[in-house]
T-cell receptor, first 114, second 115 residues
């Protein structure tokens, strides 16, 4: 079992659908992240949760709604998405505080919006 | 405006030779730098890092060099192996005593090592 697990690995949805991406980490970390990777672009940080509190929201549209019920689980709720939201969504976790900040990534959820 | 730039989208190198991947940054507040490697259908994995108090860090075949005055870092892989073929991302951060750390990533360089 990998340290950071994301489900589903692939998701196709219409613009009117509501779906959720799930992330689970088994590393005992206390910070979790959502990143978006579009083709030929840098990974874009979307949300950061530390100790289950959201500490960063990088101007992400409200059609993306994160949820962190505990330090091991992170969700990204999706509704009324646009075709340009099609991308690879990566979850990551890390030890916060004085750690050197290496992120441990999941394998990603490939999202296609029709 | 991208604060971390990888200007070469791709690089091809012969097996056994040196691979040099470059990264430039604009934010002088960055004080910790990391390289990640990503294979297709997998998430990025941490490779090597360097603090701004150093100018070189070595781990086996991988060496990262940091030139703070030029705001430039590079990753050297010697000798290159076909299994090194992947996308390499450079990342930078500002050290913080807070409970989470934000990384700013470059757009990646696709390395292909030819047998």
């Amino acid at each position: 079992e990998t340290g950071v697990t994301q489900t589903p690995r692939h998701l196709v949805m219409g613009m009117t659908n509501k779906k959720s991406l799930k992330c689970e980490q088994h590393l005992g970390h206390n910070a979790m992240y959502w990143y978006k990777q579009s083709a030929k672009k840098p990974l874009e940080l979307m949300f950061v949760y530390s100790l289950e509190e959201r500490v960063e929201n990088n101007s992400v549209p409200s059609r993306f709604s994160p949820e962190c019920p505990n330090s091991s689980h992170l969700f990204l709720h999706l509704h009324t998405l646009q075709p340009e939201d099609s991308a690879l969504y990566l979850c990551a976790s890390s030890l916060g505080g004085g750690s050197t900040g290496e992120l441990f990534f999941g394998e990603g959820s490939r999202l296609t919006v029709l | 405006d991208q604060q971390v730039k990888q200007n070469s989208p791709s690089l091809s190198v012969q097996e056994g030779r040196i691979s040099i991947l470059n990264c430039d940054y604009t934010n002088s507040m960055f004080d910790y730098f990391l390289w990640y490697k990503k294979y297709p259908a997998e998430g990025p994995t941490f490779l090597i890092s360097i603090s701004s108090i150093k100018d070189k860090n070595e781990d086996g075949r991988f060496t990262v060099f940091l030139n703070k005055s030029a705001k430039h870092l590079s990753l050297h892989i010697v000798p290159s192996q076909p299994g090194d073929s992947a996308v390499y991302f450079c990342a930078a951060t500002i050290f913080s005593s807070g409970s989470a750390r934000q990384l700013t990533f470059g757009s990646g360089t696709q390395l292909t090592v030819l047998p």
